[in-house]
């Protein structure tokens, strides 16, 4: 399994970070088995899995529940697991309390928190407390009241240079990467240069270290719209739909089952069967 060092080496010698979400036991082990380098246990699971409007009604023992199966499916990829909202931002305590939970019960090899400011903080009492972080700069989806819903972040000079002090905070107080989601190329690509951890962008442009897409937007399963910042690689809805109404049709009309998926019993046996009456 890849370690935090390997993501910093995979900066350094230009190679990069495919990051995907990943929410239970099938996605993770296809995910594994393509070759991603770090699974992402994201909240966005609130949303794509559970159907919540937003991140924000996701708990704590949500994500430890789904980061266990997802475990069960990837043994041997990093796994990074979002603390959800308001875990995070109470007391260093609690904040390590929770991401314990994570790490113990649920086996992620690492925790995600959204935002700079006071979470600079809590990035510091984990990892001086042997808790790996990825910080999450940009849309931070879990402060979407905040920021009056799902947009561009750091578009003017002034937001883009608060987003490069938080970056940078980010690296000090020890994460070991940073998600930056949805601001513009140009300033994706200054934070990437500026920093010496690995950047993982989504909807960040190419001039990043990495990538990251949530599972369902990239094979397109359940989800009907996807942001701009998506590129879909497979349609699993045309693909499962398509089979599901063929199974209705095939039920009403008796095509199914046929004689091969049907369990017979012995002529002998079925001739005393009710006595053979
Ligand atoms: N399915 C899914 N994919 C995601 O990437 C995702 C989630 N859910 N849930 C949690 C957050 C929310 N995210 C989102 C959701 C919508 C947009 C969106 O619609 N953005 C507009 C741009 C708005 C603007 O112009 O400022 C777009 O058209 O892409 C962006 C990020 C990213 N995360
Ligand atoms: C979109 C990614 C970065 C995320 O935080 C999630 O899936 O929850
Ligand atoms: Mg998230």
Known sequence: MKQTTDFLKMKETNEKIAMVTAYDFPTAKLSEESGVDIILVGDSLGMVVLGYDSTVPVTINDMIHHTKAVKRGAKSTFIVTDMPFMTYHLNREATLTAAANIIQDGEANAVKVEGGGNVIQMIEALTTSGIPVMAHLGLTPQTVGVLGGYKVQGKTAEAANQLIEDALKCEEAGAFALVLECVPKQLA?????????????????????????????LVKLGVDRVPKFVKTYADANELISKGLKEYVREVKSLQFPEEKQTFTMKQEELSTLYGGK
């Open 189 to 217: 690509k200054e934070v990437s240069k500026r920093l010496s951890i690995p950047v993982i962008g989504i909807g960040a442009g190419a001039d990043v270290d990495g990538q990251v897409l949530v599972f369902h937007d």
